[in-house]
């Protein structure tokens, strides 16, 4: 059996009294593209820095392709593209990438990486002239400058303009294929849905959810309804409805979360009302990923 990318073994990390990751188990697998979701607070940057060694469990174990996060790092088997930190200002783009390639054991050559970047255009530019989606893509060449066998993004896209964000995501759907693993923390939840063929969510510190996007929203364990309603639409009938999780009403359009979507739809026609555009499907990932947390943190408060 091939040695998982990443193992978590009962991992906890505590700040004081808050506890950013508790009792997390985790194996992710060669050549998995795996979305990490969670709200702020929920653990994902710390989970992120123990991958990276940038911080020590309190207790379990953290193994990057059996080995320790420093000494994986250390054989050029991870690239990591962070939300926070600076890039070096009084250089230019191609200088800055250079720089990263001498120091990868496994280097690309620096055209190349600036071409899978979409910096070639700037590649002569002072970094400290960049825009905020320019230094997004000069960190993620950063990060591609060899060839790793794990590349730990920490909210890409942020900045980018719609353009760029596909030409990034196609670059690292490449990446998969090749058979590395891709782990991407984000807020875009239409790219873990679209992108990963795996989904994390965390919540306090927990996995609260894994599996496949498909399986995320299932695991919900609700559908969304959406009509319109002609006339005034009376929302404290519609709230009385069975089964109902979720309503909101914009003008004549009223949107229901139900975890029996049928018996729902039958009691909106048992109060005498005619829905029109009748639509029931599957929540969104978004929408599950909401479901799920909200239910959670009910659960916790009613302890």
Known sequence: MAIP???????????????????VNLDLHPGETVALLGP????????????????????????????????????????????????????????LVKLACDLHPKAYPVQQVLEHAGITEIADRMVNKLSGGQEQRVRFALATAGANDLIILDEPTTGMDVTVRQSFWATMRQQAAQGRTVLFATHYLEEADAIADRVIVLHRGRVLADGSAAEIKAKAGARRIVFDLDGEVDEAALRGLPFLTALSVSGRTVRIQSTDADATTHAVYGLGLYPRNLEVAGLGLEQAFIAITDAATAEEAAR
Request: hydrophobic letters at 40%; aromatic letters at 4%.
């Open 5 to 23: 990318a990443v193992r978590f073994s009962r991992v906890n990390k505590s700040f004081g009294q808050v506890k950013a990751v508790n009792d």
């Open 40 to 95: 702020n607070g929920a653990g994902k940057s710390t989970t992120l820095d123990l991958l990276l060694g940038l911080r020590n469990a309190d207790s379990g174990t953290v193994e990057v392709f059996g080995t320790t996060p420093a000494r994986a790092i250390a054989q050029g088997k991870v690239g990591a593209m962070l939300q926070s930190g600076g890039l070096m200002e009084e250089v230019k783009v191609r200088e």
